[in-house]
């Protein structure tokens, strides 16, 4: 059985920093993409970033490029999220997914995704 848990949600003032962790576990390839997707309250689910195998490619949403970083350990089975600059608007239930295959791009859509996490809360107040 797959495993994704979540940590590093909480408050925190805009212009601050946050770091989300997924820790993934069960019967696992660290071949498979991972991403982060966020669901504010009465908001579908968006897409925030995405990465590889190995972290060779990443891909992000328009509204958090060049303040959000995703990474990789080396093993493939933790991936982070750095936040930086964050606004209210970043604030949302952020969830950790996993791709239950091999894929040579960083998955953009929630189809494309086989496991979830339970979600990590981020509040970003004014």
């Known amino acids: 059985q797959v495993q994704l848990v979540e940590s590093g949600g909480g408050l925190v003032q805009a212009g601050g920093s946050l770091r989300l962790s997924c820790a993934a576990s069960g019967r696992i390839f660290s071949t498979w993409p991972m991403g982060w997707f966020r669901q504010a309250p009465g908001q579908e689910r968006e897409f925030v970033a995405a990465i590889t195998y190995s972290g060779g490619q990443t891909a992000y949403s328009d509204s958090v490029k060049g303040r959000f970083t995703i990474s990789r350990d080396n093993a493939g089975n933790t991936v982070y999220l750095q936040m930086n600059s964050l606004k209210p608007e970043d604030t949302a239930l952020y969830y950790c997914?996993?791709?239950?295959?091999?894929?040579?791009?960083?998955?953009?859509?929630?189809?494309?995704?086989?496991?979830w996490g339970q979600g990590t809360q981020v509040t970003v107040s004014s």
């Open positions: 997914a996993l791709r239950g295959s091999w894929y040579p791009n960083p998955p953009r859509t929630l189809g494309e995704y086989t496991y």
